[in-house]
């Protein structure tokens, strides 16, 4: 069924792009029409866009997507089926060479849509274990007995990398405007992994799910390829988050709820965490998760904050922001109170958590705008002056509008750093780059303040260990 939406001059050619896009990435040559697709039109002389989603998916394998294992170098690939088959991964290594394939075998869970129609679909999930540093892949999923998926590449880390990772949230069906440009870096290989903050398809569940099953095989030409790591928004709120559950894998090396709502990996120099913010929001599903993701991230800050000399930075990602400036009367308000100072003001109060343990950076969305912000401690601004010696984290908050990477760079000073670079395809929006260096105390910079038009340059300083 055609969506109509309005959009002005630059929404239609960023639509258009992002169809010749998408259409490219998600059509094999020679095989048009046999795999999942995305047809955008555009209505002459006027500024209605249609979007049509078809989705002619083959009877195999369909939204693949990788995250990692419970290490950087294993990798767990997820996809769905309309029937129930077998759970097979084939793989080949590319480099170095190797051109026997060898097989792993997963399971499937079934998953059934609670809308009217009560859409059934199998997830699959293979873990392919420990592939070791630096290796170049091939794979395809399905099985022998009902057939293989397209072959997709990806690649293993680096020993003692440093992560690129692009990040957004708040992408959407109809208007992704980061898509084009995430397709075009990530097919030049300028990412180690997506991080996706939250509110995905805008929503999973309509369509009987369909909306979900769109989104999932839009996002494919680049999930297929690198992991891509998630957490939970409050789009995905129906019948219990269950659309998202069903559809995402998240590590479980740590602990986690094994459901992907709140988990932990480490990544190169880094301890990423997940959180669900919406156990904030939602505790018609029940109060108990809500104290069960505390305790788990209180157990895992203590456990990464031992580890500070392995993986130097604690950076925690939540789809509603701590502390934002938008003047809405609500989230950066109401919400944020309660993301700081607990449900109800009072219940499990993220602010102090994170303080004690001295998380570096907090990245969160929903705004749908992008800021970032100073290590601010109870409403205080605590200026990001190494100086201060601040156990309070630095923030960003970007939505689909946003890209970040972290890669890792020299300064001219000798200074090895660690950079999460902000970009976005859209004239309104500012870039951002935010340098983070290594463990020694100071070195915060700020190298230049942003406007809507031109780059925003921000270095911040890792907390470093704390007593
Ligand atoms: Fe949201």
């Known amino acids: 069924m055609p969506i109509s939406i309005k959009l002005g001059i630059a929404g239609r050619l960023f639509t258009a792009a992002l169809a010749c896009l998408t259409l490219a990435a998600t059509v094999p040559t020679g095989r048009l029409g046999s795999t999942g697709y ?13 979007v049509h989603s078809h989705t002619r998916v083959r009877p195999r394998a369909r939204n693949i997507h990788l995250s990692f294992g419970d290490n950087e170098t294993s990798v767990v690939v997820t996809w769905s089926t309309r029937n129930d088959t077998q759970s097979q991964v084939q793989l080949m290594s590319v480099q170095p060479p190797n051109a026997t394939e060898k097989l792993y075998n997963g399971s499937s869970t079934i998953f059934v849509d609670s809308g009217t129609k009560k859409a059934t679909q199998y997830v699959h999930r293979v873990t392919l274990p420990d592939l070791g540093w630096g290796g170049l892949f091939k794979y395809r999923c399905g099985s022998q007995a009902t057939g293989w998926s397209d072959w997709f590449e990806f690649r293993t880390p680096k020993r003692g990398f440093s992560p690129r990772l692009a990040m957004f949230g708040d992408m959407g069906m109809v208007n992704a405007q980061s898509l084009p440009r995430l397709m075009q870096d990530a097919s030049a290989g300028m990412y180690d992994a997506i991080l996706h903050v939250g509110d995905f398809a805008y929503d999973m569940q309509e369509q009987d799910g369909a909306t979900g099953d769109q989104f999932m095989q839009m996002i494919q030409p680049i999930a297929a390829r690198l992991p891509y790591m998630t957490c939970v928004g409050n789009h995905e709120f129906m019948y219990n988050f269950s659309h998202y559950k069903n559809r995402f894998t998240m590590p479980k090396g740590f602990g986690g709820d094994g459901e992907s709502m709140f988990y932990s990996f480490d990544l190169g120099p880094a301890h990423i965490i997940g959180i669900s913010t919406e156990f904030y929001f939602f505790v018609e599903y029940g109060v108990d998760q809500l104290k069960s993701q505390y305790d788990w991230l209180q157990a895992d800050l203590e456990r990464a904050s031992k580890n500070r000399a392995a993986r130097p930075w604690i950076i925690i990602m939540g789809h509603r922001p701590m502390y934002c400036s938008n003047d809405d009367g609500d989230d950066c308000t109401f919400g944020a109170l309660f993301m700081r ?3 109800l003001a009072r219940w499990y109060p993220l602010e102090p958590l994170l303080q004690k343990y001295g998380v570096d950076l907090a990245l969160w969305a929903h705004e749908h705008t992008y ?19 601040t156990r309070s984290p630095a923030a960003l908050c970007t939505s689909s509008l946003g890209r970040l990477v972290v890669e890792s760079v ?11 670079r902000s970009a976005a395809p859209t ?13 020694q105390p100071g070195a915060g910079q700020r ?21």
């Open 447 to 467: 190298r230049s303040a942003g406007s809507n038009h031109r780059p925003d340059h921000h270095c911040a300083a890792q907390h470093g260990p704390f007593p």
């Open 427 to 439: 004239m309104a929006t500012p870039d951002a780059d935010l340098q983070l260096h290594p463990p």
């Open 341 to 343: 100072e607990g449900f």
């Open 371 to 389: 800021e970032r912000m100073w290590p601010v401690t109870r409403l205080e601004v605590r200026n990001g002056s190494w100086r201060s010696r």
């Open 38 to 50: 995305l047809f955008i039109q555009s209505t002459s002389g006027g500024s209605t866009v249609r």
């Open 410 to 420: 020299t300064t001219p000073s000798g200074r090895r750093c660690t950079i999460l």
